[in-house]
């Protein structure tokens, strides 16, 4: 553990010194963040604007899932992005051969080994919405720490699910229509799943788990989500993570190698 520590450490303190060198482009992501909140907030506002609300869900309650969703919108953008995404040209390109070698899981360096600071503003922003929310619902710092647990697993699974869809590239190596449509899918959770009709709740809930990465979140900082769902987002969180390293091992089986 301590040797990937340290390996961590001087592959995020190379990817920041790369990229500051264009700080421009930090602004660029900034206005870029606060025109996406706009309209996430004006979509929201829409339905809110005339007294209708989602059964169950004030304004300042769906403002916490909307502030949820734009944390994981700042870590996909810091996190994953730069990393899976680079998948698809590792093998393209025949790096992979190198990554393979490499005396350190290659899972870990492939989703690890660069960091992008242009979603920190979507990090900021995300907590800044929440922080609102919540002081206009009188929670505090016993409503915001349980929610660390199901916050965590949204994580784990978001990773999860990129991961694999990346690992796919070793059959099909043009995959960019399949991770925009897997990130628009992951757009529907701006809002709470009620916001859905039934059919579509069943599907952001048990084929493509948005539920488990803002709604289940939002519901536990608000202090009413029900142990079953609690249980459910560690249990799906954990095995998801376990199926991406067996399905890594198992793609590589079928990778030949850009000398073969």
Partial sequence: ?????????????????????????????????????????????????????????????????????????????????????????????????????????????????TISPWGVPDLIFGGVIIGYAGKRLGLGITNYLPSIIPLFCGLIILYSLWFILGATSIWFVKIYNATEVLRGLLEAGRYPMVAYPAAYRFFFTFIVPVTFLTTVPAEVILG?????????????????????????????????????
């Fill in 224 to 260: 009413r989500v029900q142990v079953p769902w609690l249980i459910g987002a560690l249990v799906l969180a954990a095995v998801l993570f376990w199926a991406s390293s067996k399905f890594w091992s198992f793609a590589l089986r079928f990778y030949t190698s850009a000398s073969s």
């Fill in 1 to 113: 553990m301590q040797r990937y520590l340290k390996v961590l450490k001087l592959f995020w303190s190379a990817a920041i010194a790369a990229e500051i060198e264009y700080r421009i482009n930090f602004f660029i992501a900034t206005l870029s963040s606060i025109g996406n909140l706009a309209g996430s907030l004006f979509g929201l506002f829409l339905f809110y604007r005339n007294g209708y609300t989602f059964s169950g869900w004030s304004w300042e309650a769906a403002l916490v899932v909307l502030g949820i969703f734009t944390l994981l919108q700042g870590f996909s953008a810091t996190f994953l992005a730069p990393n899976l995404n680079r998948i698809v040209r590792h093998v393209q390109e025949g790096t992979l051969d190198f990554v393979l070698l490499k005396p350190i899981r290659s899972q870990f360096w492939l989703s690890t080994h």
